[in-house]
């Protein structure tokens, strides 16, 4: 795990405290928040499809367990835990492949003095919610959107099925989902580091006697 998601987990809980510590009314948050729902849970809805894809009989488990005649709260919190599994899992793979291409491509994380974290914590916990909660729901959705692809091209061959708009469209959607995420890391790098850049300590001149 990079330091911006270490840094991310600290700052939420220490922006609750501080909430409290300005005498803010404490509101009691909803299970599914929409940090939640966006880096977890929709990357993780896109992952059980293509699970689906993978296996017909697990997939045609799910849709009767969620069927409309069927459905009870306990069906619908079992697909969002298995919505956030998947997210969660497919969000360690974009770790170890999108951040790293992200890095290997010359957006590498600033150098930050989380010493001044403390004073600031409100300001970054903002950039964390503008910012990095939306990078990584593009790269989360670019990730499962790969592996969806390429399980449903695994059950489609070229020779029953040629490539056609379904590949086209899918091509375009991680081609937005890389620029998304590009984007927003790039900003958030960039607005972190200003907030919490590091001062170069200037050269200690030792006088020769």
Not at 8 to 37: F, P, R
Not at 59 to 67: G, K, L, P, R
Not at 199 to 207: G, K, L, N, S, V
Request: net charge positive; aromatic share 12%; charged share 15%.
């Amino acid at each position: 795990m990079d330091s911006a998601t270490r840094t991310a987990t600290v700052v939420n809980a220490s922006g609750l405290a501080n909430q409290l510590q300005g005498g803010a009314t404490l509101k009691e948050d909803s299970v599914l928040d929409l940090g939640i729902i966006i880096t977890c849970v929709l990357p993780g809805c896109i992952v059980l499809w293509g699970i689906g894809q993978l296996f017909p009989p697990l997939a045609d488990a799910w849709i009767s367990v969620n069927s409309l005649r069927s459905a009870t709260v306990g069906s619908f919190f079992y697909i969002i835990l298995a919505s956030i599994g998947a997210g969660m899992t497919i969000g360690c793979a974009r770790w170890l492949v999108i951040d790293t291409l992200h890095h290997w491509t010359g957006l590498r994380p600033p150098r930050w003095d989380f010493a001044k974290l403390a004073e600031r914590t409100e300001a970054f916990h903002l950039l964390i919610e503008i910012h990095y909660k939306y990078y990584l729901f593009y790269a989360n959705s670019l990730t499962a959107a790969l592996f969806a692809y390429v399980a449903w091209r695994s059950r489609h061959s070229l020779s029953a099925e040629p490539i056609g708009w379904a590949d086209a469209g899918s091509l375009a959607i991680c081609l937005m989902f890389a620029a998304g995420s590009r984007d927003t890391l790039r900003r958030y790098y960039r607005r972190a580091g200003e907030l919490l850049r590091q001062e170069e300590t200037p050269p200690r001149i030792i006088a020769l006697k």
